[in-house]
Every structure is written in C-alpha cells, then in structure tokens.
C-alpha cells in the first residue's frame, strides 16, 4: 500500500494543479480515481458512466483513469492520497471520513432510517449538504454528492442472524468507526476493524466470522465463497459520497467544472437506478450459491443500542444532543 501511495505521489500533481498536458490549443487532464470496490460493482459502474460523459462532454480532454479494488490503498489511504492531491477522486463513505468530520457519525446511529429511500432524501436534504460544507472546509476534500448504497447487512460463516442472541459472539469486521464500533459491542459481537481489501482471506482463514456489507458488495467481492449465511439486519445505512480534490477542482476552466458537476450529478442518478436492480440480482446469485438467506424482526435488534448508542455519540460530539435532534427532525419531515 505504502509502496502504491508513493509511486502514485511521486506522480501526482502539485496541490492546485491538475495533471494536464496540452492538445494543440487546448488543455487536457489525465484524472486518477480510486475505489475499494471490483470491477463489477456499483462503484465501479457509476465511475464508469462518470469517466464516459467526461470524455464525450469535454471533446476527450478530461480522460479518467479508475483504480478499483483498493489499487492504490484503503478508503483511509485514499481519501489522504485527494488530500495531498496523488489522487484526484475517489468513493468512500461517511463512517471513514469521521476520523475527520467526527459530526458524520450521527449518519451511522443505528436504526435511524426506515429504508434505503428516507435515507437517501435525508443525506441529499439540509444536513447533507451542511455535512459536505463541513468536509470542504475542514479537508480541503469536495463532495459531489451521495451514492443510493442503502444498508449495512451481516454476514457470516457460522450461523444465520434471527434473534439478537445469535450475533453474540460472532467475530465480524466491522468498519473503522466508533458509533459502528459500539453498537455492534453493544450486540454481543467482537467487533474487528479491518481494511476491506483483508476481509476475503481473513474469512478463509478463520481470522473473523463475518463481516457487514450491502448485498451488491457481498457478491460483487465473492465474499458468498467464504460467508454461507447473509441477513438483512439494517443496523447501520452507510451513506457513499463522490469527492473530488478541492484544488484540482478549483483549477478547472469554469465550464470543465460545471461539467463535472453535470456529469458527477448524471451519474450519481445512473448508479441509483442501477443499484436497485443489482441488488435483486445479488439476493438471486446468493440463493444460487447456496447462501442462507435470513430476514430477522429488527424489532428486538433496537434496545439494546437505541437510545444508548445514541446518548454516547450526543455525549461525545460538540453541541452533540442538538445535531441529532436537528437530525431527527430532518428525518422526519422527510419520511
């Protein structure tokens, strides 16, 4: 990882420049994008479809090249390589960036939303944009919106999830982040941090039971090899951001930002649409492979982290209790 982050610093432009060469009378760019996700996930397709109007709305002057699979790093890495200006754009989500906008984790309260809609219209309302502006003037790092990623679901290699009961003892990674952190503890589970790229040998070898993904990410990373047991337990909605280094940005002709804008806003809307019919597919190639497929009542899930994982974050986070009312409310009017 270490030896990728400095052959692609080395590389990498200077902060406020662009890696941009000259075609005839005209300027170009050559964008570095990075994601932890395969080749055949929603990341990787909205990155895609991203890099493709780029080209055609830009006469091939903006041309992306995409790293998948946490080529260049982790989405922590990541996120320090858009800083330093190595990498120009990436996808990650709000659970990591907490180390820098710790106001972030009031996004990860366990069962905050209803489903993967009232989420969405949240994160794209007020509070979303208030957290975008937060992270550009804290990180120097620009949000060009968020991903439709839905729910963190658990998986694992032991045993199916139906009561609270059968998560206690479970060893699963759980992400970097210490709302995730306490409210999967407080479930009873050995809650382990751990890079994604680690997550299918650590599997293998026994090293977790289990993790917590999306249905498209569990299949997309062939973590069905490794997990026989998968169910929709919702604890957590993971909200994904689109980022884009601010200088890079900010050093763009006016009308080439506008276009990202543009294009970042189309393709955003494309990996919506999308996602929905990748995650039916996912649930069928589950059931294909053999994967026991589990939907528990989340009713007996919500006491032992609501409201006590909710009073440790208020307690911890500046102004805390009046963020998450502010939240609440916001969820409210748009449910």
Not at 76 to 90: L, S, W
Not at 135 to 146: I, K, Y
């Amino acid at each position: 990882m270490l030896v990728s982050f400095l052959a692609v610093s080395c590389g990498g432009p200077e902060a406020g420049e662009s890696d941009s060469a000259t075609r005839g009378d005209f300027p170009t760019w050559e964008v570095r994008f990075s994601h932890v996700l395969s080749t055949n996930s929603e990341f990787h397709l909205l990155a895609e479809r991203f890099r493709d109007l780029m080209l055609e709305r830009t006469g091939g002057r903006f041309r992306v090249v995409i790293y998948p699979s946490g080529q260049l790093g982790g989405e922590r890495v990541a996120f320090e390589q858009i800083q330093v200006g190595a990498v120009h754009m990436a996808i990650t989500g709000t659970p990591v960036l907490s180390g820098w906008v710790p106001e972030g984790q009031m996004f990860d309260l366990p069962f905050l939303f209803e489903n993967r809609d009232h989420g969405l219209a949240v994160m794209n309302g007020p509070i979303g944009d208030w957290w975008r502006e937060l992270l550009l003037e804290r990180t120097g790092v620009r949000s060009l919106g968020f991903l439709d990623y839905g729910f963190r679901h658990v998986y694992n290699r032991r045993r199916p999830v139906e009561t609270p009961g059968d998560l206690a003892g479970l060893k699963l990674r759980v992400l970097q982040n210490a709302t995730y952190l306490a409210a999967y503890s407080a479930l009873g589970v050995q809650a382990t941090p751990m890079n994604y790229g680690e997550v299918y040998s650590a599997l293998q070898q026994g090293v977790i039971d289990g993790g917590e993904a999306n249905a498209i990410g569990f299949v997309s990373s062939r973590l069905y090899e490794v997990a026989r047991f998968y169910s929709f337990t919702s604890i957590t909605y993971n909200p994904i951001t689109l980022l884009v280094n601010e200088p890079f940005y900010r050093g763009l002709p006016e009308d080439v930002r506008e276009t990202v804008d543009r294009s970042a806003a189309d393709a955003l809307a494309y990996q919506s649409e999308v996602a929905r019919r990748m995650e039916a597919d996912a649930i069928e190639q589950m059931r294909a492979a053999g994967v026991e497929i589990s939907r528990p009542d989340l009713a007996p899930l919500a006491p032992p982290v609501r409201p006590r994982i909710w009073n440790e974050l208020a307690d911890r986070l500046p102004d805390g209790e009046a963020l998450i009312a502010r939240l609440v409310e916001e969820a409210a009017r748009a449910r």
